[in-house]
Protein backbone atom coordinates (compact mmCIF):
# COMPACT_ATOMS: atom_id res chain seq x y z
CA UNK A 1 0.00 0.00 0.00
CA UNK A 2 1.04 3.39 -0.46
CA UNK A 3 1.85 5.46 2.45
CA UNK A 4 1.23 9.35 3.08
CA UNK A 5 1.30 11.23 -0.01
CA UNK A 6 1.92 14.85 -0.17
CA UNK A 7 2.43 17.78 -2.68
CA UNK A 8 4.40 19.34 -3.22
CA UNK A 9 7.90 18.11 -1.55
CA UNK A 10 9.33 21.72 -2.42
CA UNK A 11 7.83 24.85 -2.84
CA UNK A 12 9.53 28.17 -2.66
CA UNK A 13 7.73 31.34 -3.31
CA UNK A 14 7.51 35.09 -2.69
CA UNK A 15 6.27 37.01 0.38
CA UNK A 16 2.66 37.29 -0.34
CA UNK A 17 1.87 34.43 -2.39
CA UNK A 18 -0.47 32.17 -1.35
CA UNK A 19 0.27 28.57 -0.89
CA UNK A 20 -1.19 25.34 -0.96
CA UNK A 21 -0.17 22.36 0.15
CA UNK A 22 -1.80 18.71 -0.21
CA UNK A 23 -1.91 15.41 1.63
CA UNK A 24 -3.42 11.78 0.78
CA UNK A 25 -3.60 10.05 3.66
CA UNK A 26 -3.37 6.04 3.75
CA UNK A 27 -6.47 4.69 2.25
CA UNK A 28 -8.82 3.54 5.30
CA UNK A 29 -7.26 5.94 7.74
CA UNK A 30 -9.88 8.34 9.09
CA UNK A 31 -7.38 10.56 11.29
CA UNK A 32 -5.42 13.44 9.72
CA UNK A 33 -2.93 15.79 11.14
CA UNK A 34 -1.12 18.59 9.61
CA UNK A 35 2.62 19.58 11.58
CA UNK A 36 4.88 21.85 11.21
CA UNK A 37 8.67 21.30 11.87
CA UNK A 38 10.90 24.01 12.04
CA UNK A 39 14.43 24.33 13.80
CA UNK A 40 13.45 26.59 16.53
CA UNK A 41 10.27 25.19 17.42
CA UNK A 42 10.52 21.39 16.97
CA UNK A 43 7.34 19.48 15.77
CA UNK A 44 4.14 21.11 16.32
CA UNK A 45 0.67 20.03 15.25
CA UNK A 46 -0.73 22.87 13.53
CA UNK A 47 -4.67 20.84 13.13
CA UNK A 48 -6.28 17.46 13.21
CA UNK A 49 -9.33 15.77 11.59
CA UNK A 50 -11.23 13.03 12.32
CA UNK A 51 -13.60 11.85 9.71
CA UNK A 52 -13.49 14.66 7.75
CA UNK A 53 -14.21 17.17 10.72
CA UNK A 54 -11.28 19.68 11.87
CA UNK A 55 -11.37 18.49 15.54
CA UNK A 56 -8.54 20.27 17.00
CA UNK A 57 -6.51 23.17 15.53
CA UNK A 58 -5.35 25.29 18.48
CA UNK A 59 -2.42 25.03 16.84
CA UNK A 60 -3.09 26.90 13.86
CA UNK A 61 -0.24 29.97 13.98
CA UNK A 62 -2.91 32.45 12.74
CA UNK A 63 -5.96 33.11 10.06
CA UNK A 64 -3.14 33.07 7.74
CA UNK A 65 -3.62 29.28 7.79
CA UNK A 66 -6.69 27.25 6.69
CA UNK A 67 -7.06 23.20 6.35
CA UNK A 68 -10.03 21.55 4.41
CA UNK A 69 -10.49 17.96 3.93
CA UNK A 70 -13.46 17.96 1.72
CA UNK A 71 -13.11 14.10 1.51
CA UNK A 72 -11.56 11.11 3.04
CA UNK A 73 -8.65 10.98 0.42
CA UNK A 74 -7.51 14.32 0.42
CA UNK A 75 -6.67 17.31 2.41
CA UNK A 76 -5.34 20.81 1.91
CA UNK A 77 -3.12 23.29 3.87
CA UNK A 78 -2.67 26.83 2.79
CA UNK A 79 -1.34 29.61 3.68
CA UNK A 80 -2.22 32.98 2.57
CA UNK A 81 -0.54 35.61 2.42
CA UNK A 82 2.69 33.66 2.91
CA UNK A 83 5.32 34.99 5.26
CA UNK A 84 9.15 34.43 5.44
CA UNK A 85 8.32 32.82 8.70
CA UNK A 86 6.23 30.14 7.47
CA UNK A 87 9.44 28.53 5.67
CA UNK A 88 9.82 25.31 7.52
CA UNK A 89 8.59 21.42 6.62
CA UNK A 90 4.88 20.86 6.69
CA UNK A 91 4.05 17.41 7.86
CA UNK A 92 0.77 15.57 6.97
CA UNK A 93 0.28 12.12 9.06
CA UNK A 94 -2.81 9.81 8.91
CA UNK A 95 -3.95 7.43 11.91
CA UNK A 96 -6.45 4.57 11.54
CA UNK A 97 -10.08 4.57 13.59
CA UNK A 98 -9.18 3.57 16.75
CA UNK A 99 -5.07 3.46 16.91
CA UNK A 100 -5.28 7.22 16.20
CA UNK A 101 -1.66 6.71 18.51
CA UNK A 102 -0.04 5.44 16.01
CA UNK A 103 0.73 8.37 13.00
CA UNK A 104 2.10 7.66 9.90
CA UNK A 105 3.50 10.57 8.13
CA UNK A 106 4.26 11.74 4.64
CA UNK A 107 7.81 12.75 3.47
CA UNK A 108 6.87 16.30 3.54
CA UNK A 109 6.81 19.82 1.53
CA UNK A 110 9.83 21.89 2.31
CA UNK A 111 8.72 25.51 2.01
CA UNK A 112 11.14 28.39 1.64
CA UNK A 113 9.15 32.02 1.76
CA UNK A 114 11.72 34.37 0.13
CA UNK B 1 0.55 17.80 30.64
CA UNK B 2 2.47 15.24 28.93
CA UNK B 3 6.42 15.86 28.77
CA UNK B 4 9.14 13.64 27.12
CA UNK B 5 13.00 14.17 27.69
CA UNK B 6 15.79 13.11 25.51
CA UNK B 7 18.99 14.12 26.79
CA UNK B 8 21.07 12.96 24.44
CA UNK B 9 21.35 15.96 21.45
CA UNK B 10 23.99 13.66 19.78
CA UNK B 11 25.65 10.35 19.54
CA UNK B 12 28.00 8.63 17.77
CA UNK B 13 28.57 5.09 16.86
CA UNK B 14 30.93 2.83 14.75
CA UNK B 15 29.56 0.76 12.17
CA UNK B 16 28.22 -2.66 13.28
CA UNK B 17 28.16 -1.79 16.94
CA UNK B 18 25.52 -1.10 19.11
CA UNK B 19 23.92 1.83 20.68
CA UNK B 20 21.42 2.77 23.02
CA UNK B 21 18.91 6.11 22.72
CA UNK B 22 17.66 7.32 26.25
CA UNK B 23 14.25 8.58 26.56
CA UNK B 24 12.34 9.57 29.69
CA UNK B 25 8.81 10.93 30.00
CA UNK B 26 6.09 12.50 32.25
CA UNK B 27 2.63 11.37 32.75
CA UNK B 28 -0.08 10.57 35.17
CA UNK B 29 -1.76 8.43 32.65
CA UNK B 30 -1.84 4.78 33.24
CA UNK B 31 -2.81 3.63 29.85
CA UNK B 32 -0.44 5.35 26.82
CA UNK B 33 1.90 4.50 23.53
CA UNK B 34 5.12 4.98 23.08
CA UNK B 35 7.18 5.74 20.00
CA UNK B 36 10.52 5.85 18.39
CA UNK B 37 10.78 7.71 14.59
CA UNK B 38 13.52 8.26 12.81
CA UNK B 39 14.31 11.27 10.61
CA UNK B 40 17.42 10.99 8.06
CA UNK B 41 18.15 13.72 5.99
CA UNK B 42 15.66 13.27 3.80
CA UNK B 43 13.50 14.88 6.34
CA UNK B 44 10.91 11.74 6.18
CA UNK B 45 9.56 10.85 9.21
CA UNK B 46 9.75 7.01 9.71
CA UNK B 47 7.95 5.40 12.67
CA UNK B 48 10.77 2.72 14.24
CA UNK B 49 9.05 1.38 16.90
CA UNK B 50 5.91 1.30 19.00
CA UNK B 51 5.02 0.46 23.03
CA UNK B 52 2.20 0.00 24.65
CA UNK B 53 2.10 0.97 28.25
CA UNK B 54 0.21 -1.93 29.24
CA UNK B 55 2.36 -4.73 27.57
CA UNK B 56 5.48 -5.84 29.96
CA UNK B 57 7.28 -7.19 26.95
CA UNK B 58 9.64 -4.96 25.49
CA UNK B 59 8.95 -4.50 21.69
CA UNK B 60 11.26 -5.30 18.95
CA UNK B 61 11.52 -4.72 15.36
CA UNK B 62 14.89 -6.24 13.71
CA UNK B 63 17.96 -4.41 14.90
CA UNK B 64 15.73 -2.40 16.93
CA UNK B 65 14.36 -3.00 20.57
CA UNK B 66 13.25 -1.03 23.52
CA UNK B 67 13.28 -0.98 27.29
CA UNK B 68 10.54 -0.22 28.55
CA UNK B 69 10.83 0.85 31.78
CA UNK B 70 7.35 1.69 33.05
CA UNK B 71 7.93 2.82 37.15
CA UNK B 72 11.15 4.44 35.87
CA UNK B 73 9.08 6.64 33.18
CA UNK B 74 11.73 5.52 30.70
CA UNK B 75 11.64 4.08 26.87
CA UNK B 76 15.29 3.76 25.82
CA UNK B 77 15.86 2.47 22.13
CA UNK B 78 18.51 -0.24 20.95
CA UNK B 79 20.00 -0.37 17.67
CA UNK B 80 22.33 -3.62 17.35
CA UNK B 81 24.48 -3.67 14.10
CA UNK B 82 24.66 -0.10 13.46
CA UNK B 83 24.46 0.43 9.60
CA UNK B 84 25.62 3.93 8.00
CA UNK B 85 21.90 4.07 6.99
CA UNK B 86 20.72 4.04 10.79
CA UNK B 87 22.50 7.66 10.75
CA UNK B 88 19.19 10.23 11.42
CA UNK B 89 17.86 12.32 14.20
CA UNK B 90 15.61 9.59 16.15
CA UNK B 91 12.66 11.54 18.14
CA UNK B 92 10.55 9.36 21.02
CA UNK B 93 7.45 10.63 21.55
CA UNK B 94 4.27 9.59 23.94
CA UNK B 95 0.20 9.61 23.14
CA UNK B 96 -2.59 8.74 25.14
CA UNK B 97 -6.20 8.83 25.11
CA UNK B 98 -7.38 12.71 24.54
CA UNK B 99 -3.67 13.89 23.77
CA UNK B 100 -1.93 15.26 21.43
CA UNK B 101 1.45 13.40 20.02
CA UNK B 102 4.36 14.63 21.66
CA UNK B 103 7.83 15.08 20.83
CA UNK B 104 10.97 14.64 22.39
CA UNK B 105 13.41 17.29 20.89
CA UNK B 106 15.43 14.49 19.42
CA UNK B 107 18.88 12.71 18.87
CA UNK B 108 21.30 13.04 16.53
CA UNK B 109 22.53 9.51 15.79
CA UNK B 110 25.94 9.38 13.40
CA UNK B 111 26.81 6.09 12.47
CA UNK B 112 30.69 6.09 11.12
CA UNK B 113 32.35 3.54 9.17
Known sequence: DAGVIQSPRHEVTEMGQEVTLRCKPISGHNSLFWYRQTMMRGLELLIYFNNNVPIDDSGMPEDRFSAKMPNASFSTLKIQPSEPRDSAVYFCASSLGRRQETQYFGPGTRLLVL | ?113
Request: aromatic share 14%; with cysteine; hydrophobic share 30%.
Open chain 2, 1 to 113: AQTVTQSQPEMSVQEAETVTLSCTYDTSESNYYLFWYKQPPSRQMILVIRQEAYKQQNATENRFSVNFQKAAKSFSLKISDSQLGDTAMYFCAFWTSGSRLTFGEGTQLTVNP
